[in-house]
């Protein structure tokens, strides 16, 4: 495996992970919160956390994983 693919696989792990992680404590840690909160205050509290810092933290995300897994399939695919 030659080396620029390998640091394009690791780049384009991050995202994904990221993603990944914080998929997880949506499901196990704040939707089991929205039931002991209620639905409106657990609406304040979403729109806090997505509207700040996830306004532009989940795009960069979501976009980046997949430019940067397409990046080491092209160089994986490409001429030898």
Do not use: C, E, K
Request: positive net charge.
């Amino acid at each position: 495996m030659s080396t620029a693919l390998f640091v394009l696989v690791l780049v384009a792990a991050v995202p994904h992970l990221i993603l990944g992680g914080s998929a997880v404590d949506r499901l196990l840690v704040q939707l089991p919160a929205r039931h002991r909160i209620g639905p409106v205050a657990y609406a304040h509290y979403a729109r806090a956390t997505d509207m700040a810092n996830g306004y532009f933290l989940y795009p960069l995300l979501g976009i980046s994983g997949p430019i940067f897994t397409w990046a080491a399939l092209a160089v994986r695919t490409g001429p030898s």
